[in-house]
């Protein structure tokens, strides 16, 4: 349930279209949903603009389909993080139109159309190399499903300055820049110097031996020196997205 729902169903009851009791059955589920193993929080949309988003890992696959048919059925578009192959089967059996991105690990069902304005802000996602797509693509595909307009600019690290550099024009049209990298960590600094907009920090686990899994990757990005950068936590791509999501929005009204 989120505003636009919210409105219409409101709008509908004073129209005389649905009746009252029908509307309050459709407001029985606020804010939350007890299913037992998991209290599903309808509510947020209406409190934040953005559904609650599942996390796959940690939970049976069943447990994930159950919460992800539980949460279609409200209307709003519905996202899963570092989910697998056998997760998506079992969510498949209940939403047969949820799609899955191996890639980006994210399963995905897309309930409203998406709506962009010719002035929409553009948020760009950058990795530093072809390994650390993956967590670049759970940041684009959670931007996707909430309505944003992404730009991809991937395997233009550090030691390759020059690819970078020809992204320029890409780079200048974004509202926010999400970077992720591995090894050192050095490209949310370059990037912090080259635009004018905030840019979120995303360390890969993605290195050899003393990147100690993204630990030096994430202490590299806290001791930026550029003031621009923020970093979020290792491979956390959606975070990173959700973050940049709510910038480029802005407050609720």
Same mark, same amino acid.
């Given at each position: 349930?989120?505003?636009?729902?919210?409105?219409?169903?409101?709008?509908?009851?004073?129209?005389?279209?649905?009746?009252?009791?029908?509307?309050?059955?459709?407001?029985?589920?606020?804010?939350?949903?007890?299913?037992?193993?998991?209290?599903?929080?309808?509510?947020?949309?209406?409190?934040?603009?953005?559904?609650?988003?599942?996390?796959?890992?940690?939970?049976?696959?069943?447990?994930?389909?159950?919460?992800?048919?539980?949460?279609?059925?409200?209307?709003?578009?519905?996202?899963?993080?570092?989910?697998?192959?056998?997760?998506?089967?079992?969510?498949?059996?209940?939403?047969?139109?949820?799609?899955?991105?191996?890639?980006?690990?994210?399963?995905?069902?897309?309930?409203?159309?998406?709506?962009?304005?010719?002035?929409?802000?553009?948020?760009?996602?950058?990795?530093?190399?072809?390994?650390?797509?993956?967590?670049?693509?759970?940041?684009?595909?959670?931007?996707?499903?909430?309505?944003?307009?992404?730009?991809?600019?991937?395997?233009?690290?550090? +030691?390759?300055?020059?690819? @970078?550099? &020809?992204?320029?024009? =890409?780079?200048?049209? $974004?509202?926010?820049?999400? *970077?992720?990298? /591995?090894?050192?960590? +050095?490209?949310?600094?370059? @990037?912090? &110097?080259?635009?004018? =907009?905030?840019?979120? $920090?995303?360390?890969?686990? *993605?290195?050899? /031996?003393?990147?100690?899994?993204?630990?030096?990757? @994430?202490? &590299?990005?806290?001791?930026?020196?550029?003031?621009?950068?923020?970093?979020?936590?290792?491979?956390?791509?959606?975070?990173?997205?959700?973050?940049?999501?709510?910038?480029?929005?802005?407050?609720?009204?």
């Amino acid at each position: 349930m989120d505003k636009d729902t919210l409105l219409r169903l409101l709008e509908d009851v004073r129209n005389g279209l649905i009746s009252s009791e029908t509307a309050s059955a459709n407001l029985a589920q606020l804010p939350f949903e007890d299913i037992g193993f998991a209290k599903l929080d309808h509510h947020r949309p209406l409190r934040t603009g953005l559904p609650e988003v599942i996390l796959a890992a940690g939970k049976t696959a069943d447990q994930v389909a159950e919460i992800f048919e539980r949460m279609a059925e409200s209307g709003v578009n519905v996202l899963a993080t570092r989910a697998d192959a056998p997760t998506f089967t079992a969510v498949q059996g209940r939403v047969p139109a949820a799609q899955y991105f191996p890639v980006a690990r994210v399963i995905t069902l897309r309930q409203t159309e998406k709506q962009v304005a010719a002035d929409a802000s553009r948020i760009a996602v950058v990795c530093a190399g072809t390994s650390d797509i993956p967590v670049a693509e759970e940041a684009a595909m959670t931007i996707d499903i909430f309505g944003g307009e992404v730009d991809r600019i991937y395997d233009v690290g550090v +030691a390759g300055l020059h690819r @970078l550099l &020809g992204q320029r024009e =890409v780079l200048q049209r $974004a509202r926010v820049v999400i *970077v992720c990298a /591995g090894m050192e960590g +050095a490209l949310p600094s370059v @990037l912090g &110097g080259l635009v004018s =907009v905030p840019v979120i $920090a995303v360390p890969t686990s *993605v290195g050899y /031996g003393a990147s100690f899994h993204g630990v030096a990757a @994430l202490l &590299g990005m806290l001791n930026s020196c550029s003031p621009n950068v923020t970093v979020v936590n290792i491979d956390n791509g959606f975070g990173a997205a959700y973050v940049a999501t709510m910038i480029c929005r802005g407050p609720m009204r």
